[in-house]
C-alpha cells in the first residue's frame, strides 16, 4: 500500500526490528507490546490495520526490511577503511617475505577477532543469521519469496564488498590467489565468513569452547590466538600463496600516497 512508505510506518518496522534484535525471532508480537511500539511510532491502530490487514503481513515486513537491512552490517566499512591506515604504517615490513608473511598474519588476525567479537555478536547478526537459517520453513508465499530475494541481494552484497577488499589487501601484502582458482575470489570469501559465522553461532551453545585463548608458538614464546583467528588463517592459506611478481616499492608508493584503487578483472593478472 503506497501509505505505507511513510516516516511513521517505516519508523515502526525500525522499532520492530530493533526489538526483534532484542528477544529473538519470534511468530508473533504480543498485543502490550505492539501497542508501545505504535506508540513510539506515532501509529495509531487504524493506521496500522490499513497498512497491514494482519499481524503476519506486519512481520512480514520487518522480516523484509531486516533481510535488506544486513547488507549494511556485515561488511564493516570502518574497519575496511582502518586497514589501509594499519598497512600505511607497516609499509617497512613489506620489503622482505618474512616481514609481508608477518603483515599478512597481523591483519587477518586483527580482522576475524574484531569480526567475530563485534559483528556476530550483536543483536542485529543474529537476527539475521536466524532468519537465514529459518527462512525456508516459513510457509510458501509471496512474502516469503521476497525476503529470500532480499536476502540474496544482502549475501551477494557482502561478498562483493569483500571481494573488492580482498583483491585491494592481498596483492599489496606481496600475496595472490593461487592460480588454479582462476581469478574467483568468491569461494574465498564465502569460506572466509563461514568460519567467522559459523563460530558465532555455535558460541551460543558453547561459548566457553569458542572463547577460549589457544597458545600458539611464535619463536621464542606463545602467543594467545582465538579460534576465529586460527581458522581465517587457515582459510587464507588454502587460498592465498607468495606472488613471485610482487614489487615491494610500488606497493609501498601506493600506500605512502593513499592510493586505494581496486582492480577490475580486466586488471587482476590472474583473471583467465
Sequence with gaps: MPDRLSKSRQDLLAIIQSHIELTGLTLGIDDAV?????????????????????RQELLDDAFLAMAAKARDDRADTETLLSTWQYLSSRTGDLLSPSGRRQVLVDVIRTAAEYNFGAVTATGAWRS????SATIMSFPETDSRQRTLDALLASEMSFVETMEMFYRNVIPTVGYRLK?????DWQPFVVTAAAVIEGLGLIRASVPALVERPLDIPSGDTLEPWSLASLGFVGVVDAFIEPDPDYDPHEAIARLSGGVDVTPSPAEDSQAY
Design 34 to 54: 505492539l501497542e508501545t511500539m505504535l506508540k513510539k511510532a506515532g501509529v495509531t491502530k487504524s493506521e496500522l490495520n490499513r497498512a497491514w490487514p494482519s
Design 128 to 131: 539475521y543469521a536466524g532468519l
Design 179 to 183: 592460480p588454479h582458482f582462476g581469478g
